[in-house]
C-alpha cells in the first residue's frame, strides 16, 4: 500500500510566484483534506473534500488559496501569488468518509517563500 | 470557539519511565479524542481513539484516558524507549462546532534518554 503520496516533498520559490502542491489519496477513501503546519500555529485544516466536492473551506486563509479535486484519486492545492507568511509545511490527509474513522497523512509539502 | 492545548511544549524523560502527556480542551464536547505520533519530516501516524464514552483504552505500551468532567485526556507511553522519542499530537473530533473535522493541538515533543 503506497500511503498518501504528495508531490513536491520540497518547494522553494520567490515571492508572488504561484505554486501548485499535489496529492494522492489512498485508493478507496472518499474524503481528504488539506493541512497547513507552521511552528506557530500548529497543524491547521485548510479544507476538506468528500466524493471530490469541497464540503469545508473556512480554514483557507484567504483567495490567494484555492483548492481543486477533479477525481477520486487527485487533488491540488494552489496559492497564487505566494507570500513569505504561506512559507510551511503542507499535509494531505485522506480517509473514508465517516469522519470517525482515523485520517492518514501523507509526507507533507515543505513550502519556502522568499 | 474550542481550544486545544498540550501543556508542555518538550517533555525529558529516562529510558523505563513512563511518560505521561496531557491534552486539555475547552468550550467543547467532544465525540471523540485522539492521539498521533509525528517524527521529524513526516506526516502524523494515527495511535489511538478514545470516545466520549470510554474512560480508557490501551494498545500495547500505550494507555490513554479521556475525563469529560475535567476535559482532559492523558497519553501514557510505559516502560519508555529511545525509539518513542517524538511529538505527540492530540486531536478532537470537530463535530460539535466544525462539522467534524478534526482540531489539532500543537504537539508535545518527547525525547526518551538512554
Known amino acids: 500500500d503506497a500511503g498518501v503520496i504528495q508531490s513536491p516533498r520540497h518547494e522553494v520559490t520567490e515571492m508572488g510566484q504561484e505554486v501548485t502542491l499535489r496529492c494522492k489519496p489512498i485508493s478507496g477513501h472518499n474524503s481528504l483534506f488539506w493541512y497547513r503546519q507552521t511552528m506557530m500555529r500548529g497543524l491547521e485544516l485548510l479544507i476538506y473534500?468528500?466524493?471530490?466536492?469541497?464540503?469545508?473551506d473556512s480554514g483557507m486563509p484567504e483567495d490567494r488559496f484555492s483548492a481543486k479535486m477533479p477525481n477520486a484519486s487527485f487533488s491540488t492545492l494552489k496559492i497564487q501569488p505566494s507570500e513569505p507568511r504561506d512559507s510551511a509545511v503542507y499535509f494531505c490527509?485522506?480517509?473514508?468518509?465517516?469522519?470517525?474513522?482515523?485520517?492518514?497523512f501523507g509526507p507533507g509539502t515543505r513550502l519556502l517563500v522568499l | 470557539s474550542q481550544k486545544i492545548e498540550q501543556n508542555s511544549e518538550a517533555l525529558n524523560i529516562q529510558e523505563g519511565k513512563t511518560a505521561t502527556l496531557t491534552c486539555n480542551y475547552t468550550n467543547y464536547s467532544p465525540a471523540y479524542l485522539q492521539w498521533y505520533r509525528q517524527d521529524p519530516g513526516r506526516g502524523p501516524v494515527f495511535l489511538l481513539l478514545i470516545r466520549e464514552n470510554e474512560k480508557e483504552k490501551r494498545k500495547e505500551r500505550l494507555k490513554v484516558t479521556f475525563d469529560t468532567t475535567l476535559k482532559q485526556s492523558l497519553f501514557h507511553i510505559t516502560a519508555s524507549q529511545p525509539a518513542d522519542s517524538a511529538t505527540y499530537l492530540c486531536?478532537?473530533?470537530?463535530?460539535?462546532?466544525?462539522?467534524?473535522?478534526?482540531?489539532f493541538g500543537k504537539g508535545t515533543k518527547l525525547s526518551v534518554k538512554p
Open positions: 473534500f468528500n466524493n471530490n466536492v469541497p464540503i469545508d
Open positions: 490527509a485522506s480517509t473514508w468518509r465517516d469522519r470517525r474513522e482515523t485520517q492518514y
Open positions: 486531536a478532537l473530533d470537530g463535530y460539535g462546532g466544525s462539522q467534524g473535522n478534526l482540531i
